[in-house]
């Protein structure tokens, strides 16, 4: 088992659509989670820490459910500016806080 | 301003020709990482450093090797580079702590025929 999955699309949706990103992760002990995005080829940038109470910042929200070990992304009114790659991004305890990603999940925004 | 480069940002070499790829942080971050992402595969630690002279290997070290003389730099060096090693190589950095931000460089295209 992959220790962070996610769905890799590609998610192709109108602008103005909500979509939904999921992600699972497989170590219990993570602390840390995040939303990176990633331009074609581009290096990867932060999108947004996800918090246990969840969280928002504009069109963007982060939620953590840490008993099933998943996280989300929903993207509302989406802009033709948000196709990416979006990766789910989980810590590891150990090997000084390192980061895993998962694959990442393509969003393409059509007019 | 605060970033992270990467030298080349392109490289077509040849099977066994030893080469370099420079990375340097302008931000006094301790923890340094290189990755190699591939198509499928994601993106995948090769090696990463907590500090100056603490280096340790990644998921996918082999084949490569790095060093850490100085905080701002984090080389990655192919002794002997083979064709899958062809790949999109990003250097990162960031504080020591597990919540802040890592910060990536802008990516080396690395072909090796």
């Known amino acids: 088992r992959k220790e962070v999955e996610q769905d890799p699309g590609p998610f192709n949706v109108p602008e103005g659509a909500t979509v939904a990103f999921n992600c699972t992760y497989s170590n219990s002990a993570s602390q840390s989670f995040f939303w990176y995005r990633q331009d074609c080829r581009k290096e990867p940038k932060l999108l947004m820490s996800?918090?246990?109470s969840g969280n928002e910042d504009g069109r963007f929200t982060a939620q953590l459910n840490r008993a099933s070990q998943y996280i989300s992304l929903l993207i509302r009114d989406s802009k033709l500016s948000d196709s990416a790659t979006y990766l789910c991004v989980v810590n590891t305890p150990n090997q000084g806080g390192k980061l895993i990603f998962g694959q990442g999940t393509e969003l393409s925004v059509k007019p | 301003e605060a970033q992270v480069t990467q030298n080349p940002r392109y490289l077509i070499t040849v099977t066994g020709k030893k080469l370099t790829v420079t990375c340097s942080q302008n931000?006094?971050?301790?923890?340094m990482s290189w990755y190699r992402q591939d198509p499928g595969l994601g993106l995948r630690q090769i090696y990463y450093s907590m500090n100056v002279e603490v280096t340790d290997k990644g998921d996918v070290p082999e084949g490569y090797k790095v060093s850490r003389k100085e905080k701002r730099n984090f080389p990655l060096i192919l002794e002997s580079p083979s064709p899958n090693q062809t790949s999109l190589y990003f250097c990162?950095?960031?504080?020591?702590?597990?919540?802040?931000?890592?910060?990536f460089g802008p990516g080396t295209r690395l072909t090796v025929t």
């Open positions: 990162a950095s960031r504080p020591h702590g597990e919540t802040y931000e890592q910060y």
């Open positions: 996800v918090y246990s």
């Open positions: 931000m006094n971050h301790e923890y």
